[in-house]
């Protein structure tokens, strides 16, 4: 909710640069998408996105119909529809980038443990790296969202999403630090501090790491069967 007015506002104050006749038709717009099914936020970050559109277009001195076309109702019928199937990848995509830095982060670690420990032979990380390998790997994957996003937006426009990831930016950097540090308090009540140097071999556990592989050619593969589609 607090996501969702705060991208309002944002969005509010950014269509003002908008001259009449885009604004116009931006408004339109914003009637049309409110009518759909999509949830608040999903409308709020739709919109967001066409506005940037249309700013993008006005700077550039183009025409909104080559971005939006002639009928702007078909427009948004099409981008209605392309989020909410795009939904279902953005959740699977999370949960793949999620699951290979994981991977990447316990092989890092493990391998840094053995160099420093002189014995390659035992591969193992701690309950405390395990812990800080996950909130590295829950704050990489929409990094890694937002860095791709930038490669492909226009250099004008770009300053138009810093505001809106800044937001996003403040809830991911809460997560990175609040889980590391509440679930290592919740292991010391419950187990005492010992139990954070606890080591985990991954030679002893490399039927779940095989099983991760699994899950992201499986996610990979699904995706791609969908796009054929």
Known sequence: MLMEIRLRKIRARQQRKLNSSYLALYKNITSYIHLSTLKNIEKEEILQEILDIMLQAQLEGKSIDSFIGADYEMFCDSVIKEYSKS??????????????????????????????????SSLSITISQFIVINAISIFIVPLSKKIQKERISAPKYQKYYVTVNNIKGIYVLIAFIGFPMIFKAILEKMYGKEILGYKISLLANWHYLILAIVAIASIEIYKRLRCSN
């Open 87 to 120: 939904h279902d990848y953005r959740i699977l995509n999370a949960f793949q980038g999620y699951i290979k830095y994981t991977i990447l982060g316990l092989l890092a670690f493990a391998l840094i443990n053995a160099i420093s420990s002189q014995s390659l």
